[in-house]
């Protein structure tokens, strides 16, 4: 009988994991409204085609026009150009940056 609350104890986990592991994927599988849509693409061409930094490892998500930004920037300036070209973009209604600089 030493073994039940080991055993308890590895169900509980496999449990935990599962739970998390779902919540993951319904995260990532959730899928943008064509508004966000439109504007996650509005800003990534405004990154394209800004030459002043290179901004092409900048990930875009739009969630009900919160725009979130993930990914590698080449310095603080290019993180904080990146986040100011976001704002600019029509229907963004707030910037989350989740942005690192390259070391």
């Given amino acids: 009988m030493k ?3 080991q055993v308890i104890a590895a ?30 693409k509005q800003v990534k061409e405004t990154f394209l085609k800004d ?3 290179d901004l092409t490892d900048v990930n875009v998500r739009t969630t009900d026009g919160s725009v979130a930004l993930s ?21 963004v209604q707030a910037v989350v940056n989740h942005l690192e600089v390259k070391k």
Wanted: some cysteine; aromatic content about 6%.
């Fill in 3 to 5: 073994f039940v609350p």
């Fill in 11 to 40: 169900k509980l986990l496999i449990i935990f994991s599962l739970l998390l592991g779902c919540q993951t994927i319904t995260e990532m599988t959730r899928r943008e409204s064509d508004k966000d849509a439109a504007i996650s």
């Fill in 51 to 53: 030459k002043a930094v």
């Fill in 71 to 91: 990914g590698t920037v080449p310095s603080l300036e290019a993180r904080e150009h990146a986040i100011k070209l976001a704002w600019k973009v029509a229907g």
